[in-house]
């Protein structure tokens, strides 16, 4: 039996060697794996002499060889490509243990692969009769299923590591295809994305749909591969999407103390505060009845006292924080076991978004941005906004943005005191805001993530005791909506831009 081995990244490799030959294989390799091999006292092939031509061109040629792909490629089971080996005098290689050039570490020119990318297609192709290792996770495996067969790897195993293969040079393929789009590229010609299971997932949606998280296969450990939870359940399919829908709504919100709580994909309630246990206490306030189950975000850590406060309230399924104190840990294993706590660092920006069409056809584009700060904001009422109310405008409307349209939000004081989310009109959203404020935004702010149609949803909003008011603009009747914030005596700020999520 004869192996190739021809790897880049060399963890575990002697000890594979090592196991090959006390089984009684043959080695062969090139370049600084046979180097490495060597070293350690192997007794190994160059692929020169398989070849009978040295490497050229800096290393870029070495394994594009019909002796070698011969051996890979030959079908055992086909009389004339048997002949045919014995004709040219060539050994068949039963296995092939190859990984790439480090593109996807060090994107150039010079760390796309050839050589390595053809020998492992090769080889999963004739999988039949050639086991193909492209992880050095897999060698343990490999080496214990070889000895317990006879030097065979069973149909089952060569199937699923030649899967794996082509998986790896899809994903490799798919990297530098991606590496030459223009700087910037959202809307590529073609958009490659490939990805690895990284966990199981309680279920989906509802517990009947299987779940998993899938990161991008072969790049550096993802955001979520760095949370660390202490305790509670496993995750499920929305544990994941409203944790991180309220981590990242929280990083919008700045330096000071400051909790988000989402809900069903919507903040039901968000607030900044000079301390971190008043911002919990105020966000909590904002729709107690909501938070009941919902995730909790906190940009400082949770200590003994906030934890003790936490465990009092309704039940959270997740807390995410950037650190626990032992206490709090403690005391959230004792009264809320079941409660997720995730330490988190911040989240990393977000790339293209990606949704499905079904079977075949997918939405893509840019992921959402703040395309507009106050500098680019117009007062376009008789009132101007005083610098208590641009606290709260800006507020409102960094919440409205991860709110589900149609969206209204009401902020006083720091704090989110009203939300009306996921409606088919306008109106409705507004009057979901006011009752929920329940008389609290007197003096504060309002947001909308899209125009006022007309007049009558900012109405409703003045009718709440808000004196500042913030929306895209743009709308047929905005001179309408702007009279009446000058009737009311309200600040009318337009963004120029709309923010709707769905």
């Known amino acids: 039996m004869r192996a190739l081995l ?13 196991g090959l030959v006390e089984l009684g294989w043959d080695l062969v390799a090139s370049g600084g794996t046979a180097t490495a091999l060597e070293e350690a006292g192997l007794t190994v092939i160059p692929v020169e002499r398989l070849t009978d031509s040295p490497e050229m061109l800096g290393g870029r040629v070495k394994t594009l060889h019909p002796a070698l792909h011969g051996a890979i490629l030959a079908n055992r089971a086909d009389p004339d490509h048997v002949a045919q080996l014995d004709d040219l005098g060539i050994t068949p290689i039963d296995l092939v243990v190859c990984n790439l050039y480090p593109f996807l570490a060090r994107p150039s020119i010079e760390t796309i692969d050839v050589g390595g990318p053809t020998m492992v297609r090769a080889a999963a192709k004739n999988h039949a009769s050639v086991g193909v290792v492209v992880a050095p996770a897999d060698y343990d495996g490999v080496l214990e299923e070889l000895r317990a067969r006879g030097g065979r790897l069973g149909d089952e195993t060569r199937r699923r590591l030649a ?3 082509f998986a790896h040079t899809a994903a490799y393929d798919g990297a530098i295809a991606t590496w030459l789009d223009p700087p910037g590229s959202v809307l590529a010609p073609t958009v490659h994305v490939s990805l690895e299971r990284a966990g ?17 296969m072969g790049g550096s450990p993802s955001f979520w591969d760095g949370v660390r939870q202490h305790g509670g359940m496993e995750m499920s399919y929305l544990n994941f999407a409203d944790a991180d829908a309220a ?38 306030e904002c729709d107690s009845m909501s938070a009941f189950g919902g995730i909790v975000a906190l940009n400082r850590p949770v200590d003994d006292a906030l934890a003790e406060e936490m465990v009092a309230n309704p039940k959270a399924d997740i807390v995410i924080a950037p650190g626990f104190s032992a206490g709090a840990l403690e005391r959230f294993a004792a009264k809320k076991k079941n409660t997720r706590l995730l ?12 949704r499905p069409l079904g079977p075949g056809d997918w939405l893509v584009q840019a992921p959402y941005r703040f395309a507009a700060g106050r500098a680019e904001w117009r007062v376009v009422s008789q009132v101007q906004p005083t ?48 009752r ?9 702010a309002a947001a909308s993530d899209a125009f006022f149609p007309f007049r009558d949803g900012l109405d409703m909003v003045a009718a709440a005791g808000v004196t500042a008011v913030i929306e895209p603009g743009g709308s047929m009747r905005d001179d309408e909506v702007i009279a009446a914030a000058d009737e009311h005596g309200l600040a009318l700020v337009f963004t120029g831009e709309r923010q709707f999520r769905h």
Not at 343 to 354: D, N
Not at 388 to 407: F, M, R, T
Request: aromatic share 6%.
């Open 247 to 284: 981590w990242r709504l929280l990083h919008e919100l700045g330096e000071a103390p400051a909790a988000v709580i989402v809900k069903h994909a919507n903040p039901c309630g968000v607030a900044v505060a000079g301390d971190i246990a008043a911002a919990y206490e105020r966000a909590f």
């Open 6 to 18: 021809s790897v880049y990244d060399k963890t575990g490799l002697v000890e594979l060697a090592r």
């Open 343 to 354: 330490e988190a660092g911040p989240p990393p920006a977000e790339g293209r978004h990606l």
């Open 387 to 434: 610098p208590e109310q641009w606290d709260d405008i800006e507020l409102a409307w960094k919440v409205c943005a991860y709110v589900k349209s149609n969206a209204i939000v009401l902020a006083a004081n720091g704090m989110a005191v009203g939300i009306g989310a996921g409606q088919q009109n306008r109106v409705d959203p507004g009057e979901l805001a006011v």
């Open 200 to 216: 199981e997932l309680r279920y989906g949606e509802n517990p009947h749909q299987e779940g998993a998280r899938y990161r991008v």
């Open 436 to 444: 929920k404020a329940a008389g609290r935004a007197k003096g504060g």
């Open 163 to 165: 899967r794996a293969a």
